[in-house]
């Protein structure tokens, strides 16, 4: 797994400032909250609530350590990049289904469409409904063929697979 695919899936989770906590994180192996506020400079309650959404994720992980002195439980939080990778072959996966079930749903349904232009298209059990008029617009329906639909949505699929193999 790549370094740079690790941050730029952090910075689409919580943006620059994620990087720049996980960034600190990495080089310091591992860090408390207060740490990391002090080294990058961002607020305790931002550092948190970045924390802990990495942490929903596994991305980061924490454990508790009882201070000798005080008594007091110290939290250190640490990256967990191995992680990741379940983490995009299961967001993969999902589009997959989502994909799949676009394709059925299309090669199932005979589609019609208004004459006026972009009222979207609508499945013939709607249209028989409508009298073969627009619900949005009322202008006649016309027949509307999905082979290019299709055929994008097969491609999509395809190519997914063949890169969820490879991985
Ligand atoms: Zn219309």
Known sequence: MSESRLFEVIFKLGGEEAVKIARQLKKMG???EDDITK????????VRKILFKLRSFSLVSSESVQDKNSGWLIYYWMLQPDRLESLIRSQKKRVLE???????????HDFYRCV??????????EAVESFFRCPKCGGPLEHFDNTAVL?????????LKEEMERE
């Open 39 to 46: 080294a990058t400079g961002v607020n305790l309650n931002e």
């Open 30 to 32: 591992r860090a408390t």
């Open 116 to 125: 006026n232009g972009p009222c979207g298209k609508i499945a013939f059990e």
């Open 151 to 159: 055929e994008v949505l097969e491609r999509e699929i395809r190519k």
């Open 98 to 108: 989502k994909l799949e079930e676009k394709l059925a749903y299309e090669k199932s």
